[in-house]
């Protein structure tokens, strides 16, 4: 009989959707550490790398914005979740990349478009173009609290976007069909 102990790593995965606009809050916590509070979650950052890349990661979103959400349109019609989870999510490494992810609303099942902005096991999914904005915002301001601090090295957040920008005119996006040659496309079917 083997005694020795098994372990095992486990990655917990959170999804976190938004369907309209939202409040979010950036603030410095009680213990002097930068929070960001979203509809059912407040997300702490331990680490300056993080909040660099979850930043990146809502610049690349919102340069999608126009191509998912052509028109500033309703959600539509969102199941309602039948509980409602509050968080608390505690980033504290340095994570290499976001992965954004986006599917217009032709392409979707239930018709409503999404944007979705995943680091580590931590995904926020947005069905609207209010949706992104909010979190754009929200993300802007808690990267804002690291970069103006100084200590950090960090460039500042209009810095970051322009950089995000300018790969995307290099490299193009990686995503479907622009959500207008999509829906052009549903019509004429």
């Not at 976001?98 to 999404?114: F, Q």
């Not at 970051?160 to 004429?188: K, P």
């Amino acid at each position: 009989m083997n005694t020795e102990a098994e372990t095992v790593d486990v990655v917990s995965r959170l999804t976190i959707h938004l369907a309209g606009e939202h409040e979010t809050d950036a603030s410095i916590g009680l213990t002097l550490i930068p929070l960001l509070k979203i509809p059912t979650a407040i997300i702490e950052f331990r680490h300056p790398t993080g909040a660099r890349v979850w930043w990146e990661g809502w610049c690349e979103a919102a340069a999608m914005l126009d191509r998912i959400f052509p028109e500033q349109v309703d959600a539509g019609e969102l199941r309602e979740p039948e509980l409602t989870i509050n968080s608390f999510v505690i980033l504290d490494d340095a994570p290499r990349r976001a992965k954004v992810r986006a599917r217009s609303a032709a392409v979707s099942p239930d018709g409503i478009g999404a944007l979705s902005v995943t680091v580590g096991g931590l995904t926020i999914a947005c069905a609207s173009r209010a949706a992104v904005e909010c979190q754009v915002r929200g993300w802007r301001e808690a990267y804002d609290m690291f970069a103006s601090d100084g200590g950090f090295g960090l460039p500042s957040a209009d810095e970051v976007a322009a950089r995000v920008r300018a790969d995307h005119a290099r490299h193009g996006v990686n995503e479907l069909l622009t959500a207008a040659e999509e829906q052009r496309a549903a019509r004429t079917k």
